[in-house]
C-alpha cells in the first residue's frame, strides 16, 4: 500500500484546510485509514480514521470532533480530511495511514504517507 497526503499549507485561525490522501495497492479495501498528527517536540497523536472505504463509520479525537470530518471518495481511492476552525494548536504535520483496525495507538498501523505541514496562524 502507498500512501500519499497533500493539501497542507498556511491558514490563519478560523479557517479551513482540506487534506487528501491518496491510496494505492492490490489490498487497499482490507485496510481502514487514518489520520495522524505530530507537532514538533509531541508524540504523534491520532485526528480520527474511516473504519472502511464508504466513510460510513468515522472516527475522531475528542480534540477535533466536530471541527474535522472524514471522507472518502471509494473510486478515487482517496480519504479526505476536512478542517474547519483551525486553532494554532492544530499546528502540526498531519499524516495518513493505514491499518488493520482503527485505532488511536500508531504502532497499529502498517503503512504511512509523508506528512504535510499544516500551520494555524494566531
Known amino acids: 500500500v502507498q500512501l500519499q497526503a497533500s493539501g497542507g499549507g498556511l491558514v490563519q485561525a478560523g479557517g479551513s484546510l482540506r487534506l487528501s490522501c491518496a491510496a494505492s495497492g492490490r489490498t487497499l479495501s482490507t485496510y481502514v485509514m487514518g489520520w495522524f498528527r505530530q507537532a514538533p517536540g509531541q508524540e504523534r497523536e491520532f485526528v480520527g480514521g474511516?473504519?472502511?472505504?464508504?466513510?460510513?463509520?468515522?472516527f475522531y479525537a475528542d480534540s477535533v470532533k466536530g471541527r474535522f470530518t472524514i471522507s472518502v471518495d471509494n473510486a478515487k481511492n482517496t480519504v479526505f480530511l476536512q478542517m474547519n476552525s483551525l486553532k494554532p494548536e492544530d499546528t502540526a504535520v498531519y499524516y495518513c495511514?493505514?491499518?488493520?483496525?482503527?485505532?488511536?495507538?500508531?504502532?497499529?498501523?502498517?503503512?504511512w504517507g509523508q506528512g504535510t505541514q499544516v500551520t494555524v496562524s494566531s
Open positions: 495511514a493505514a491499518g488493520r483496525k482503527i485505532t488511536t495507538w500508531k504502532n497499529a498501523y502498517d503503512y
Open positions: 474511516s473504519i472502511n472505504w464508504t466513510g460510513g463509520s468515522t
